[in-house]
């Protein structure tokens, strides 16, 4: 059985502001409940956020106001932001003044916001009641070419130790015969 929420908008078209901008204060307050989104706005140094503030005051009295009407129980403590939308609107195609009686050309972008608030199901769901422990991570592991991957191995010892004794002392007593070899052709010299 699906329960049904209800979803309650506000509108503000053509703000004289580019959708990325908008988004960055919307994007602040998406998935809040609407007293903190409320503040949150009330508190962004945007030149767009005083307009988001005011259209989502303007979401949460429409919220009311159809409650009313339609006489549903409506909660406004639970209340929370569901969608918040800042659309590409007509672009003003304008000209800038160029060097050599040139001109520019730049956009001036405008943007349609839409907020959306709902009711979140069952109250207080949304809130942790109990802290579970976290499970301990797995080994970790060393890819290989064929894509299967196989615990990692660790050194048993360092290099230096695996070297066999003789061949330290073949190497020694080959670079003394050298040394008295250079040694006796130079006395003969």
Same mark, same amino acid.
């Given at each position: 059985? &699906?329960?049904?929420?209800?979803? %309650? !908008? &506000?509108?503000?078209? $053509?703000? +004289?502001?580019? #959708?990325?901008?908008?988004?960055?204060?919307?994007?602040?307050?998406? *998935?809040?409940?609407?007293?903190?989104?409320?503040?949150?706005?009330? $508190?962004?140094?945007?030149?767009?956020? /005083?307009?988001? +503030?005011?259209?989502?005051?303007?979401? @949460?009295? =429409?919220?009311? %106001?159809?409650? *009313?009407?339609?006489?549903?129980?409506?909660?406004?403590?639970?209340? %929370?932001?569901?969608?918040?939308?800042? =659309?590409?609107?007509?672009?003003?195609? !304008?000209?800038? /003044?160029?060097?050599?009686?040139?001109? %520019?050309?730049?956009?001036?972008?405008?943007?349609? @916001?839409?907020?959306?608030?709902?009711? !979140? =199901?069952?109250?207080?769901?949304?809130?942790?009641?109990?802290?579970?422990?976290?499970? #301990?991570?797995?080994?970790?592991?060393?890819?290989?070419?064929?894509?299967? &991957?196989?615990?990692?191995?660790?050194?048993?010892? /360092?290099?230096?130790?695996?070297? /066999?004794?003789?061949?330290?002392? &073949?190497?020694?007593?080959?670079?003394?015969?050298? +040394?008295?070899?250079?040694?006796?052709?130079?006395?003969?010299?």
């Amino acid at each position: 059985m &699906a329960v049904e929420t209800r979803e %309650y !908008r &506000a509108s503000a078209r $053509f703000q +004289h502001v580019s #959708p990325q901008k908008a988004r960055l204060v919307l994007d602040l307050i998406k *998935g809040r409940g609407v007293q903190e989104a409320l503040d949150t706005a009330a $508190f962004t140094k945007k030149r767009i956020a /005083p307009v988001i +503030h005011k259209l989502l005051s303007s979401a @949460i009295d =429409n919220a009311k %106001y159809v409650a *009313g009407e339609q006489g549903i129980d409506l909660d406004v403590d639970n209340l %929370y932001v569901k969608q918040a939308l800042a =659309n590409d609107g007509p672009r003003m195609k !304008r000209i800038r /003044p160029a060097p050599m009686g040139r001109a %520019y050309r730049y956009q001036r972008r405008l943007t349609h @916001i839409v907020v959306s608030v709902a009711e !979140r =199901n069952g109250g207080t769901s949304h809130l942790v009641t109990k802290v579970e422990e976290p499970e #301990p991570a797995p080994k970790a592991t060393k890819a290989i070419k064929g894509g299967v &991957a196989k615990p990692s191995a660790k050194k048993a010892a /360092p290099a230096e130790e695996k070297k /066999p004794a003789a061949k330290t002392a &073949a190497k020694k007593s080959a670079h003394e015969t050298t +040394h008295k070899k250079t040694a006796a052709k130079k006395k003969a010299e």
